[in-house]
């Protein structure tokens, strides 16, 4: 499937090659951290499929194994865009929200599980609104489509 995806401020963009099928969501306490939500969502891209314009700056991180990651985002706007292997990458990981086609690309896995937020499970339990927060109370949807 061909996808293609940006940063929040055009800045930095791409287009890329992916197979739906390797969308995963990722529950460790980096990408909490690093992304700034609860989890995020890759799919994985061959180096030879994904194509770049503009240049991210990128932030080198330490595995506990030793090996050397490369975190891609953008220095204007803050937005991920993907990772790999500091030396010779093979396979990029692009972030999901930046993907223009997102909302067709299902995670088929949840990894670590284990530093998981307890409640994000249950994410369905939670009162919906259709837009914004605001300081007044939302007007909750009353639950599922029904169908
Ligand atoms: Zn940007
Ligand atoms: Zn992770």
Sequence with gaps: MKIDGQCHCG????????SPDT??????SDCQTISGAPYRANVPVKVENFTLHGTPKTYVKTADSGNKLALAFC???????YSSKLEN??????RLGAVKQRAQLAPKGQYFCRSAM???FDLDAIPKSQDQTSSHRPHYSTGRTRG
């Design 11 to 18: 800045g930095v963009s791409y287009e890329a090659e992916i």
């Design 23 to 28: 969308v995963i969501v990722c529950h460790c």
């Design 75 to 81: 220095g204007d706007c803050g937005a991920s865009l």
């Design 89 to 94: 990458p093979v396979i990029l990981n692009l």
């Design 118 to 120: 307890p409640w994000v």
